[in-house]
T-cell receptor, first 114, second 111 residues
Framework: DAGVIQSPRHEVTEMGQEVTLRCKPISGHNSLFWYRQTMMRGLELLIYFNNNVPIDDSGMPEDRFSAKMPNASFSTLKIQPSEPRDSAVYFC????????????FGPGTRLTVT | QKEVEQDPGPLSVPEGAIVSLNCTYSNSAFQYFMWYRQYSRKGPELLMYTYSSGNKEDGRFTAQVDKSSKYISLFIRDSQPSDSATYLCAMSANTGNQFYFGTGTSLTVIP
């Protein structure tokens, strides 16, 4: 199993630009989570999907952030427009709904907004 | 008060030492307790998973949950330099998918 796949691994962009992060969950998993990790705040849940449907997006910091899951094997997290305070590592994790207490993380995307 | 409290360390021990990592929590609804290991510039990796109270052992790792004290621990026996990483505790209730993570404890095992 390839595990959770995220792309790109690193992204450097200028303030005001649109950023799109991508995630492919583990095949067969039907829950998907987006997290943000910073030194100051640790791991924060941004949004999670169950069977491609957004269940809880209360962690999305602002309207500049949006996430989609058009099918069971792909999700995107978009930031538009990006700001320097969005700089962080963004992780995607997936889980089986019936065993959803075990989340498996991807390698993360390190985002730097200058 | 945060849902989960974890001492960030850093913690530095000699190879072969027994390491004790701890988290406290405030929500009595938590039933699922996890420990994740995160190497530098990598994603968190699920290390131990426990439901409700008690102990769970896996090789050199032992996870303990004391729900009466709202306290969980991870013990690493015969620590190795390859154990050097950040360890995050995580908890969840029966309902919902929300995980509550500690901020992580940075561990260095010195050869």
């Amino acid at each position: 199993d390839a595990g959770v796949i995220q792309s790109p691994r690193h992204e450097v962009t200028e303030m005001g630009q649109e950023v799109t992060l991508r995630c492919k969950p583990i095949s067969g998993h039907n829950s998907l989570f987006w997290y943000r990790q910073t030194m100051m705040r640790g791991l924060e849940l941004l949004i999670y999907f169950n069977n491609n449907v957004p269940i809880d997006d209360s962690g999305m910091p602002e309207d500049r952030f949006s996430a989609k899951m058009p099918n069971a094997s792909f999700s995107t997290l978009k930031i538009q427009p990006s700001e320097p305070r969005d700089s962080a590592v963004y992780f995607c994790a997936s889980a089986l709904d019936r065993g959803r207490k075990k989340q498996y993380f991807g390698p993360g995307t390190r985002l730097t907004v200058t | 008060q945060k849902e989960v409290e974890q001492d960030p360390g850093p913690l530095s021990v000699p190879e072969g030492a027994i390491v004790s990592l701890n988290c406290t929590y405030s929500n009595s609804a938590f039933q699922y307790f996890m420990w994740y290991r995160q190497y530098s510039r990598k994603g968190p990796e699920l290390l131990m998973y426990t439901y409700s109270s008690g102990n769970k052992e896996d090789g050199r790792f032992t996870a303990q949950v004391d729900k009466s004290s709202k306290y969980i621990s991870l013990f690493i026996r015969d620590s190795q330099p390859s154990d050097s990483a950040t360890y995050l505790c995580a908890m969840s209730a029966n309902t919902g998918n929300q995980f509550y993570f500690g901020t992580g404890t940075s561990l260095t095992v010195i050869p």
